[in-house]
């Protein structure tokens, strides 16, 4: 089979390859020297819709309606235009086998990639009961959330199975969003989870409450404290029951399953230096590796404000963590051309490219780009829910507001305090303006005298900072 060459390659055509393809664009990229390999069969897309208004009734996400970057506001990409600007989109191709010493890659069916520098962008997948051995855990009717492949199955049962009964194991992003969407259809929603509160690993137990009752107000019945041990089926193999830990059972026709998600780094391993379970990066997500870089879900990163190596499974960070990583490689190519700043200038009169205008600047300020300064964001949309995370959940909590699951505003939130410093806040139901303000506060980092000032004060806190 043709080998096919090129000067760059991203490895994966999810978040972080779209807003990556459209830095490229932006930076002045040459007709033939990029593509994308992805194996969805779709052009990069914005993956938050597929749990939300991708599952809806009415007002239903489909494609095109979601490529990136609509996400963020920015342009539409459509198919037509990586062709218009020469990216070579390879669809339903999976790399099977990436060798980084000799810069070849393989897809399944055999075809041969060389690049000269590659990034890594092939994001998370999802963890199965199957590898946790559970009995009957591959029955019909068991949905992982992922991929569109998967949306699309899943949109599929909603309909045959209309009006029926739907267990969600996991109580994490995926649990939370697909129960609101599946009780949206009109199906019957159980919710399982371990943990004695929901999505624990931000949530306080004071902000979990508000999301228990009005989930349970909804009509979502919530159990806690076990998990699946096995699913019974029947004679076409689609799941009937769910049978738990503390010996209840519960009937089903549709089991989605958000236990949690894994990145994708096996294709590098034991080439590329690995932290955190993620491919360790420098500020630039430059790799241990020369001319490899990693982004979004996969990279673990400097987080400079926390003076931490994390890694960040959220859709913010692939975007930005992307347009960083296109940013620097373009500059560190010019660096290495040894060009002048007569030079420069002349190759920006004649390709326009703003990546050539970001070199001016940054060799008439004897500087490169800076360091990816990050500031950690979450969010989430669920009913008429919506809340927003900004920066780090450790410390003392101060819960504010009202956070009654019947009013009407339920306006409330939560700032995490640590060495005295406000290092995180939550809101639900913030405004723009308001959430721009708590967004401003986990960045600066105030000091708190009293944690009941804090408490009395609420949101207006943080919008006198
Ligand atoms: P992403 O998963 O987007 O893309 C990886 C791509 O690589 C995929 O196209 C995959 O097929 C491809 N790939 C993998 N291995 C490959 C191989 N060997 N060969 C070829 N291609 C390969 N975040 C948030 O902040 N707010 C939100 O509301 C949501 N909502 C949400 C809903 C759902 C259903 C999911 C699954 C995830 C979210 N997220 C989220 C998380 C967010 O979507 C996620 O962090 C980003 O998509 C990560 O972007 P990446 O590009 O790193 O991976
Ligand atoms: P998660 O880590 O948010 O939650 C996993 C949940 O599964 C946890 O609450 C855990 O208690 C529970 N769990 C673990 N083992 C279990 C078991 N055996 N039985 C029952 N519950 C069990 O992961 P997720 O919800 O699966 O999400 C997967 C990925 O998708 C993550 O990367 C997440 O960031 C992303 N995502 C993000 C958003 C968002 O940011 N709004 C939305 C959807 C998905």
């Not at 855990?137 to 309909?159: H, P, Q, S, T």
């Amino acid at each position: 089979m043709a080998e096919k060459s090129f000067k760059y390659v991203i490895i994966g055509g999810g978040v972080a390859a779209g807003y990556a393809a459209r830095e490229f664009a932006k930076q002045g990229v040459k007709p033939g020297e990029l593509a994308i390999i992805s194996k969805e069969a779709v052009a990069p897309y914005e993956r938050p819709a597929l749990s939300k208004a991708y599952l809806f009734p009415e007002g239903t996400a489909r494609l095109p309606g979601f490529h990136v970057c609509v996400g963020s506001g920015g342009e539409r990409l459509l198919p037509e235009w990586y062709t218009e600007k020469g990216i070579s989109l390879i669809l339903s191709t999976e790399i099977v086998k990436a060798d980084l010493a000799s810069k070849t890659l393989i897809s399944a069916a055999g075809e041969t990639f060389k690049y000269q520098i590659l990034i890594i962008a092939t994001g998370s997948t999802v963890i199965q009961l199957t590898d946790f051995g559970v009995k009957g855990a591959d029955a019909k009717n068991i949905f992982y959330l992922r991929e569109i492949d998967d949306a699309d199955k899943l949109v599929g049962a909603i309909k045959a199975k209309k009006g029926g009964k739907a267990v969600i194991v996991g109580g994490g992003y995926i649990g939370l969003e697909l129960s609101a969407a599946l009780r949206i259809n009109n199906i019957d929603v159980s919710m399982v989870y371990p943990e004695p509160w929901c999505m624990p690993r931000l949530f306080t137990a004071g902000i979990a409450a508000f999301y228990e009752s009005y989930y349970t107000n909804k009509g979502v019945s919530i159990i806690k404290g076990t998990v699946a041990v096995g699913f019974g089926t029947n004679e076409n193999g689609e799941v009937t029951d769910v049978k738990l830990k503390d010996g209840r059972v519960l009937e089903a026709d549709i089991v989605v399953v958000g236990v949690g998600g894994r990145p994708l780094t096996t294709l590098f391993k034991g080439q590329v230096e690995e932290e955190k379970g993620g491919i360790k990066t420098d500020s630039f997500f430059k790799t241990s590796i020369p001319d490899v870089y990693a982004v979004g879900d996969v990279a673990t990163f400097p987080l400079k404000l926390f003076n931490e190596i994390r890694r960040v499974e959220h859709v913010d960070h692939a975007r930005k963590s992307a347009e960083q990583a296109v940013k620097n490689l373009f500059l560190v190519a010019l660096e290495q051309l040894g060009d002048s700043l007569e030079e420069l200038s002349c190759l920006y009169l004649k390709t326009n490219s703003r990546g050539i205008l970001q070199a001016i600047f940054a060799s008439e300020q004897g500087t490169s780009i800076d360091e990816y300064d990050y500031l950690p964001y979450f969010y989430s949309r669920a009913f008429d829910l919506s809340w927003q995370f900004y920066g780090d959940n450790v410390g003392e909590t101060v819960l504010f507001g009202d956070n009654s699951p019947t009013s009407p505003t339920h306006k409330f939130g939560t700032y995490w305090i640590k060495d005295g410093k406000v290092v995180g806040v939550f809101l639900e139901s913030g405004t723009p303006e308001e959430n721009k303000a708590i967004a401003k506060v986990a960045r600066v980092q105030p000091p708190v005298d009293s944690l009941e000032q804090l408490a009395t004060e609420g949101l207006a806190f943080a919008s006198k900072i």
